[in-house]
């Protein structure tokens, strides 16, 4: 850590020091502002200088050397961009500490360099906190938390989606590579299954990269380029029997057999890429044909359909996506609906149950297709 509690009570910095003065505050004790723990001195050729607790030490405040040199970079990366920073400033209000503080045209940023993996509810309540002190929280993720399940996909953990920004319509995640000093920003994600990821990623020298880089919208991907990975899974779907599968879906197949039918054979727009999906818990097949079911089905061609407001997760930044409405900004491009005003809707086209798969895999080539022929207009 770059900050220490004298003896008289004063919070002490080493980042500023020169050498000599650094060597001369090794005579005088220093405790840790979390636990009140002794503290010692750490610096060399290759280290910049800070305190760390002794051997043994059971405080939850010991920092990696990864934290420790990602913050101290990150600081003199927006010090060095003639922006307002201070390193682990102490914010009584509410009581938290963040790597690295900004002020840019009266707006305050906090900089989170989150290496170690926390709870989802321990990131709810310190961006809350930010948020409601007026303060913007950047979460930059330690780059081991960037995993590739292919080429072109990340893996998404629970662990991620708590970090998710959007801005510019897409959704964004950082992470930060102090060894090669890089942030990699990934931008236009869009899941194809709950723990995959479609994603366009930047991997950016610190060097050569201003702060307000990190908002800016990537080149256009449009959603229809993931149709492939929906076609595979949507295939698996209709072909594959899973036994095992979680209580939520145990519970969709249930309402669907309840209601008449059988869930392998569900209509072919009831698993359509919606880009808010990477917010949502549940299954996009399982929501999206319960509102078809409930609310368009058995509506009459050339009546209104209304679907209720379904948000998905909010994000860092407090986008509420409503997924609902994006879904029926799809149908719409497909043919399904046609929009009257803001919340009503006219059905256009039927859609139907499939009597048995060959017939089902055959109308998902044509959805996929439509989707396609979209993208490509």
């Not at 990696?64 to 209000?93: A, R, V």
């Not at 366009?200 to 149709?227: G, N, R, T, W």
């Not at 509102?291 to 997760?313: A, D, I, S, T």
């Amino acid at each position: 850590m770059f900050n220490a509690i004298n003896d008289q009570g004063e919070l002490q910095s080493l980042y500023t020091k020169t050498k000599a003065e650094i060597d001369s505050c090794r005579q005088k004790a220093y405790y840790c502002p979390s636990c009140e723990e002794p503290l010692q001195i750490r610096s060399g050729p290759r280290v910049t200088a800070h305190f760390a607790h002794f051997p043994n030490s059971d405080c939850h405040r010991g920092e990696t050397l990864e934290h420790e040199t990602g913050k101290w970079l990150l600081y003199k990366w927006t010090k060095h961009q003639g922006l307002h920073s201070e390193l682990e400033k102490f914010l009584p209000e509410i009581r938290q500490r963040p790597d690295v503080w900004l002020t840019i045209n009266n707006k305050q940023v906090a900089i989170e360099y989150q290496c170690a993996t926390i709870s989802e509810k321990e990131i709810r309540k310190r961006t809350s906190a930010y948020l409601s002190s007026g303060i913007f929280p950047l979460w930059v993720l330690g780059h081991h938390h960037l995993k590739y399940s292919s080429k072109k996909t990340l893996k998404l953990t629970p662990f991620l989606s708590s970090f998710l920004y959007h801005f510019h319509d897409q959704y964004f995640l950082y992470f930060f590579n102090p060894q090669e000093c890089t942030i990699s920003v990934a931008s236009r994600l869009r899941t194809t299954s709950p723990r995959v990821c479609m994603a366009s990623i930047q991997c950016l020298s610190l060097h050569q990269m201003a702060f307000p880089d990190l908002f800016q919208s990537s080149p256009e991907k449009p959603l229809y380029s993931a149709v492939p990975f929906w076609e595979k899974l949507w295939y698996s779907h209709r072909t594959t029997y899973k036994k095992h599968v979680s209580t939520e879906e145990r519970q969709f197949r249930q309402y669907v057999y309840l209601k008449g039918f059988h869930f392998s054979l569900i209509p072919s727009v009831c698993y359509l890429p919606v880009e808010g999906q990477i917010t949502m818990k549940e299954k996009p097949f399982i929501w999206q044909t319960r509102l078809l079911m409930e609310y368009f089905l058995y509506v009459p061609m050339g009546g209104r359909v209304r679907f209720p407001v379904l948000k998905g997760r909010p994000t860092t930044n407090g986008y509420y996506p409503d997924v609902a409405y994006e879904y029926l900004k799809l149908l719409q491009s497909l043919g399904y609906v046609c929009q009257q005003s803001n919340n009503t809707w006219i059905k256009t086209k039927e859609v139907y149950f499939h009597r048995h798969v060959d017939q089902a895999i055959e109308e998902d080539q044509k959805i996929m297709h439509a989707l396609k022929k979209l993208h490509r207009i």
